[in-house]
């Protein structure tokens, strides 16, 4: 299969290699020529995965509509405030029976629409070839060949299972849903969490802490994604609880990293300018709230975070806030709704 991957940052750079290391024709495109000319000469991304050494056979370019031309499968992965120029660009040059997937966790704004709905936007008819992958997944233990399990969704089975060939091997195993929408959500609402995590963390609250945070922000992540047309299972499989554990969990995750540096004092910009690479979790706290107050969801983590984020209160006080808030029962009406998220057609 002729593939490309538009976006060489982290997570690009070790979907493409996963792609190349199975036999398939890859080319990966980027921006920046130093990223590119590292990858076709060194075969290393030093910029994005230091020390991750590629497949000889991945070939980067700066070329993008050469990288296009005659690809069987398009791949986007690209921090989201980007995507909406790449699809737009890449629309008229994406072969009408190409296979698009993305990589992408975020929402495209300042509308909160989810990355799959805007690709839909732009490119009509193509929702039987478009496929969404997430999962628990760190591009820098990826890229090293350590064991690692996604998820594939898409509305057609067959788009999916095509996906799932193309990618999975003895390190990397991918399993597919029909829950778009679910799959969606939970690979980027979890970032909310993880900053939240990170924020526990550099606060020295402890274990009991992190594990309450991770467990109601679970809650009330599988809320707005009910409410958006989810199905409640997906949550509880890889994209939702595997992701959301290990974004809050690792010091790889970005939005974990940001929220201690917000911890100990430091002002938004002067945390994300140390990170250095997107933080979606920033972007998708503020989608999520409004979204949230759209759809009438309580959801009182993200609220509390979106206020430390813009400054209107610290850390310490956020935490303070949410433990002291009304009693409430546990359970949730999260879980009532019947799956309904299975193939129609393939």
Same mark, same amino acid.
């Given at each position: 299969?002729?593939?490309?991957?538009?976006?060489?940052?982290?997570?690009?750079?070790?979907?493409?290699?996963?792609?190349?290391?199975?036999?398939?024709?890859?080319?990966?495109? &980027?921006?920046?020529?130093?990223?590119?000319?590292?990858?076709?000469?060194?075969?290393?991304?030093?910029?994005?995965?230091?020390? &991750?050494?590629?497949?000889?056979?991945?070939?980067?370019?700066?070329?993008?509509?050469?990288?296009?031309?005659?690809?069987?499968?398009?791949?986007?992965?690209?921090?989201?405030?980007?995507?909406?120029?790449?699809?737009?660009?890449?629309?008229?040059?994406?072969?009408?029976?190409?296979?698009?997937?993305?990589?992408?966790?975020?929402?495209?704004?300042?509308?909160?629409?989810?990355?799959?709905?805007?690709?839909?936007?732009?490119?009509?008819?193509?929702?039987?070839?478009?496929?969404?992958?997430?999962?628990?997944?760190?591009?820098?233990?990826?890229?090293?060949?350590?064991?690692?399990?996604?998820?594939?969704?898409?509305?057609?089975?067959?788009?999916?299972?095509?996906?799932?060939?193309?990618? %999975?091997?003895?390190?990397?195993?991918?399993?597919?849903?029909?829950?778009?929408?679910?799959?969606?959500?939970?690979?980027?609402?979890?970032?909310?969490?993880?900053?939240?995590? &990170?924020?526990?963390?550099?606060?020295?609250? &402890?274990?009991?802490?992190?594990?309450?945070?991770?467990?109601?922000?679970?809650?009330?992540?599988?809320?707005?994604?009910?409410?958006?047309?989810?199905?409640?299972?997906?949550?509880?499989?890889?994209?939702?609880?595997?992701?959301?554990?290990?974004?809050?969990?690792?010091?790889?995750?970005?939005?974990?990293?940001?929220?201690?540096?917000?911890?100990?004092?430091?002002?938004?910009?002067?945390?994300?300018?140390?990170?250095?690479?997107?933080?979606?979790?920033?972007?998708?706290?503020?989608?999520?709230?409004?979204?949230?107050?759209?759809?009438?969801?309580?959801?009182?983590?993200?609220?509390?975070?979106?206020?430390?984020?813009?400054?209107?209160?610290?850390?310490?006080?956020?935490?303070?806030?949410? %433990?002291?808030?009304?009693?409430?029962?546990?359970?949730?009406?999260?879980?009532?709704?019947?799956?309904? /998220? /299975?193939?129609?057609?393939?």
């Amino acid at each position: 299969m002729k593939a490309c991957v538009l976006g060489a940052g982290s997570w690009g750079t070790a979907l493409a290699n996963v792609l190349a290391t199975n036999g398939h024709d890859v080319v990966i495109w &980027g921006r920046d020529e130093a990223v590119v000319n590292a990858i076709n000469k060194d075969h290393l991304n030093p910029r994005y995965l230091p020390g &991750g050494a590629l497949s000889p056979l991945l070939h980067a370019t700066t070329d993008f509509a050469g990288a296009i031309r005659d690809a069987e499968l398009v791949l986007f992965s690209v921090p989201s405030q980007a995507l909406p120029v790449l699809v737009s660009d890449a629309s008229a040059l994406i072969s009408q029976t190409a296979v698009i997937v993305h990589a992408v966790k975020g929402f495209t704004r300042p509308n909160n629409v989810r990355i799959s709905e805007h690709i839909n936007l732009v490119m009509p008819n193509v929702e039987k070839r478009l496929a969404v992958l997430s999962g628990p997944s760190h591009a820098e233990e990826v890229v090293r060949g350590m064991p690692t399990t996604v998820v594939i969704a898409s509305a057609s089975q067959s788009t999916a299972e095509t996906v799932q060939d193309a990618f %999975m091997n003895a390190q990397f195993r991918v399993y597919t849903q029909a829950d778009v929408v679910g799959v969606e959500l939970g690979g980027t609402l979890k970032n909310i969490i993880a900053l939240g995590v &990170g924020l526990t963390d550099g606060l020295g609250l &402890g274990d009991n802490t992190k594990a309450a945070l991770m467990t109601r922000g679970l809650a009330e992540i599988t809320r707005l994604g009910v409410s958006l047309g989810a199905s409640p299972l997906t949550f509880s499989g890889l994209a939702g609880i595997g992701d959301l554990i290990v974004t809050c969990t690792s010091n790889h995750s970005r939005n974990f990293r940001t929220g201690r540096l917000l911890a100990t004092g430091l002002a938004l910009n002067e945390a994300l300018e140390q990170i250095g690479m997107a933080v979606e979790g920033v972007s998708t706290t503020f989608a999520a709230a409004e979204l949230a107050q759209t759809h009438q969801v309580d959801m009182p983590i993200t609220t509390a975070l979106k206020c430390v984020l813009k400054g209107d209160v610290t850390p310490g006080a956020a935490v303070r806030e949410l %433990m002291q808030r009304e009693r409430s029962h546990e359970m949730e009406d999260v879980g009532q709704r019947p799956l309904t /998220h /299975h193939w129609r057609f393939s």
